[in-house]
C-alpha cells in the first residue's frame, strides 16, 4: 500500500502534556493508515462565513486556501473526484438543534453572500458542491454512497473549522471505512487552541494529519493509471 510518510505527531500541551502523551501512546492510539490508490478530496466549509475575519463566525485562512487549491489541482489531474460543501439555511428548522447551540450560524441563509465559496478556492466544472446543514459533509448528504460508486479508497480533507466540520467529517469518514488524511497547512480554525486540540484528537483516533507536501508526494507517486473521472457539477 502507498503511505503518505510519517504522520506529523502532535504532543499535548500544558502541566500534564508528557503525562498525556504516555497515555495515548500506551492506550495504543496514533497509529498510521495505509492510504489507498483512488483518494477523494472533501474541501469543507472554504465560504465567506468562515474565511472572511470580518465576520463573527470567519477567520483568515487565505495560506490553507492556497495549500488547498495545490492539492486540488493535483487531484483534479489525476481524475480523481473533489467534492466543495458549504452550509446554507432555508429556514430555522433545518438544524434546529445544532442553532441553539451554535445561533452565531443562523446567519448563512441560503442567498447570503456568507455561503458563497470564498473566491480564491480553485473550482472546476467537474467538481461536486455539497449544501448540508450539520457540520459532517457526510450527515444527511449522500456523499457516502457518492465515494463508494466511484471507488474512492480514501478521504483527504482539508477546510475549516478544525474543531467543528473538519473533525466532524473526519471522523464520520473513519466510520465508513475511508482512511483519512488531514494536511494540517490546508486546515483552520478561528483560535489556535481549539485547532492544535483537535490536530491532536484526529491524529490519535480518526486521521493521519501530515502536510500538503506529503499529500502532494502520495498524489505523485499514483501516476495517471486511476480510473475515475471527474463528475458534473451539482449543487444539492
Not at 460543501?85 to 447570503?112: F, V
Not at 489556535?192 to 501530515?210: G, R
Amino acid at each position: 500500500m502507498l503511505k503518505v510518510g510519517p504522520p506529523d505527531q502532535y504532543s499535548s500541551t500544558g502541566t500534564h502534556a508528557a503525562e498525556t502523551d504516555k497515555m495515548y501512546a500506551e492506550a495504543g492510539f496514533g497509529r498510521g493508515f495505509d492510504p489507498g490508490h483512488r483518494p477523494a478530496v472533501i474541501v469543507v466549509d472554504f465560504s465567506v462565513g468562515f474565511t472572511d475575519p470580518t465576520v463573527p463566525t470567519g477567520a483568515e485562512l487565505g495560506g490553507q486556501i492556497g495549500a488547498t487549491n495545490r492539492i486540488t489541482r493535483a487531484v483534479r489531474a489525476l481524475g480523481l473526484p473533489v467534492v466543495h460543501t458549504t452550509i446554507a439555511y432555508d429556514n430555522d428548522r433545518q438544524a434546529a438543534t445544532w442553532l441553539r447551540k451554535a445561533p452565531g450560524l443562523a446567519a448563512l441563509t441560503t442567498g447570503s453572500p456568507l455561503v458563497a465559496l470564498d473566491p480564491r478556492l480553485e473550482r472546476d466544472p467537474g467538481d461536486t458542491v455539497l449544501v448540508k446543514h450539520h457540520a459532517s459533509a457526510f450527515f444527511g448528504t449522500g456523499l457516502a454512497p457518492q465515494l463508494i460508486a466511484s471507488g474512492v479508497d480514501t478521504v483527504i480533507v482539508c477546510g475549516a473549522t478544525t474543531s467543528g466540520c473538519v473533525r466532524a467529517t473526519a471522523v464520520d469518514a473513519v466510520s465508513y471505512g475511508f482512511p483519512v488524511l488531514v494536511p494540517r497547512d490546508c486546515v483552520g480554525d478561528r483560535a489556535a487552541a481549539p485547532h492544535h486540540a483537535a490536530l491532536f484528537d484526529l491524529q490519535a483516533k480518526y486521521a493521519d494529519v501530515t502536510t500538503a507536501a506529503d499529500i502532494l508526494h502520495y498524489l505523485d507517486s499514483l501516476g495517471s493509471t486511476n480510473p475515475i473521472r471527474p463528475h458534473n457539477s451539482r449543487d444539492h
